[in-house]
């Protein structure tokens, strides 16, 4: 289904080079915390009477107010200098990166400075405009140069699709980054129109700035990501709010069933944009109407060995072409993604390297193999297995929390803390498919806990022969069997130690035949939440024997009886 597109979607767009925040625009009435172009000017002029007696090149510009960020953005341009965008706002950050450059921004112009008149420098299609960091699958921060004809390339293109006459721009998302940057300044100020960001993330100050939009006579366009789109509140009415002419999302792979809430919710279609620092954007899509991704205008793209080959003017390089991460698969003039190729993955917004995460780990003393993996949760943090030593092992609750504290310690030096990885799994050594290889059916049995609150956590198993092996486990805290069970001291009843071994032991050795009895049954200790325990099976031809034992001791044992099976000769 083709995009909406107005046939004077270009009347409205000045490209970057021609300066479009000179031109006049129409006046509306919003509120002081809209941008437009006349306090986008008053503030852009007192950034150029600081910047005449600073030196020239490439400046770091992190400022989180839109029309801070938007004046002081023109000024540089204006002067002939290079605004550097910086991944984060963690300090570290922010010095290591001011150190190579030639000068950084404060937070405000300073007052003081007398006013000085000096016309703009020309700006050229091939000048670069913008410097931004993202992280590459190495784990270190990649340096992008931008030039304003990639940048004017890609901003034609959200004229052509989706014009914004009579509209302004309610952004949910950062600046800092270049899908924020694109749709929430660079697009309006090409179009003349207001735009507004900041607190709009929060869903009463984004049902306001509808409300204003509405009441100026314009239509909103908002410009969002997956992560406040899924947390969309009902008790707020949106239709009295203001239903938005469009949302955009992008960033982060957005759910199909917080798309269709997100459009039944405020009454617009969702727009998902797919593309990257490096590529700029590659496809849209409707994902209420078709999964299929379809190509922007004037992106060149095929397939080569189940990876995205791109050619297109957003590229920093168009003439070489972009080979992406994503494997993806053909479909109906268009592409379905089919997961990443590469070491790695978006944790809201964010490229986190997990190749990073796991060399930092292994640094520690007590870890001696790691890997990182997206264990596919909603909220789309990531998971880690860690193979420790055995003195470093949890066997409760205190220690595991410990444990987890001091590891994700290590990582917060290198890491925002939305990046860190939120789900861990300690393990003896790390599972093994027969290729050798952590798949992700034993990614997905590492992790079932989280979607069934009635199993323990599996931690891997080791087999001494078809007959025997053994299982390692953790008793989840928020193991649905607690509660009741004692509210204040929770145990798990012995009956579920029960069920978990006769599960285990139709999963490893196969159906086992009519239960018909348990002989030798004894409970010998408490088994508690946070505890790590063992669980030994041992196959023979009518019955399997289970031990349930942990650091403290054995806790369940027994032997059940099997009726054979008989097989069906009809």
């Known amino acids: 289904m083709p995009p909406p597109c107005a046939p004077d979607g270009f009347m409205n767009f000045t490209p970057l080079v021609q300066r479009p925040w000179l031109r006049p625009s129409a006046p509306v009435s919003l509120p002081a915390h809209w941008c437009d172009n006349a306090a986008i000017l008053a503030l852009r002029q007192r950034w150029l009477n600081w910047l005449v007696d600073q030196p020239s090149g490439q400046w770091l510009l992190h400022q989180p107010d839109p029309l801070q960020f938007t004046a002081a953005l023109l000024a540089l341009w204006d002067t002939g ?182 459009e039944q919710l405020l009454q617009a279609p969702v727009n998902e944009i797919y593309g990257s620092t490096e590529t700029g954007g590659i496809a849209w899509r409707q994902q209420t109407q078709s999964v299929v991704w379809q190509p922007l205008p004037g992106v060149d793209w095929h397939i080569d060995d189940d990876a995205l080959v791109l050619h297109s003017a957003f590229l920093e390089q168009p003439q070489l072409g972009w080979r992406q991460a994503d494997r993806v698969a053909a479909r109906d003039d268009g592409f379905v993604l089919l997961g990443r190729g590469d070491r790695v993955a978006k944790v809201a917004g964010k490229r986190v390297s997990l190749e990073q995460i796991e060399q930092r780990l292994l640094q520690l003393p007590e870890v001696e193999a790691v890997r990182c993996v997206d264990p596919g949760r909603a909220d789309g943090r990531l998971g880690v297995v860690v193979a420790l030593t055995a003195q470093a092992l949890p066997q409760e609750h205190a220690a595991r929390r410990a444990l987890t504290e001091r590891l994700r310690a290590a990582l917060a030096d290198q890491l925002e803390r939305v990046a860190l990885p939120r789900y861990w799994r300690f393990v003896e050594q790390l599972p093994s498919n027969a290729q050798g290889k952590l798949d992700r059916t034993l990614i997905a049995r590492l992790f079932a806990d989280l979607d069934d609150d009635r199993q323990p956590r599996w931690l891997g198993e080791q087999w001494q022969d078809a007959e025997h092996c053994r299982h390692s486990f953790e008793v989840p805290e928020r193991l649905a069997y607690l509660r009741g069970h004692f509210d204040s001291f929770p145990l798990v009843p012995g009956v579920v130690m029960i069920q978990w071994a006769l599960q285990t032991a139709e999963r490893s050795f196969g159906a086992l035949g009519s239960f018909r009895r348990l002989e030798r049954l004894k409970f010998q200790s408490m088994l508690r939440p946070g505890m790590r325990f063992q669980l030994t099976l041992v196959r023979k031809p009518d019955a399997v024997s289970f031990t349930l034992e942990s650091a403290v001791g054995r806790h369940c044992t027994a032997t059940a009886r099997f009726a054979p099976q008989v097989e069906d000769h009809a």
Do not use: M, N
């Open 81 to 262: 200098r290079v605004a550097v965008l910086p991944a984060d706002d963690r300090p570290e950050t922010l010095q290591a990166i001011a150190a190579e450059l030639d000068g950084q921004l404060p937070a405000t112009p300073p007052s003081s400075v007398q006013a000085i008149s000096a016309p703009p420098v020309a700006l050229a299609a091939q000048q670069i405009a913008l410097v931004l960091y993202t992280s590459g699958s190495t784990g270190q921060p990649v340096r992008l140069s931008k030039r304003f004809d990639q940048l004017d390339s890609e901003l034609a293109v959200h004229a052509a699709l989706w014009p914004l006459a009579d509209c302004a721009v309610v952004a949910q998302v950062s600046h800092q980054h270049i899908y924020g940057l694109l749709a929430g300044v660079l697009h309006p100020l090409c179009a003349g129109a207001p735009f507004s960001g900041r607190d709009a993330l929060y869903p009463e100050v984004l049902a306001a700035r509808l409300a204003e939009a509405r009441a100026a006579g314009l239509a909103a366009v908002v410009v969002s990501s997956p992560a406040p789109l899924s947390r969309l509140p009902t008790h707020i009415d949106w239709l009295a709010a203001g239903s938005p002419r469009r949302i955009f999302s992008s960033g982060a792979p957005l759910q199909s069933e917080h798309a269709a809430q997100a």
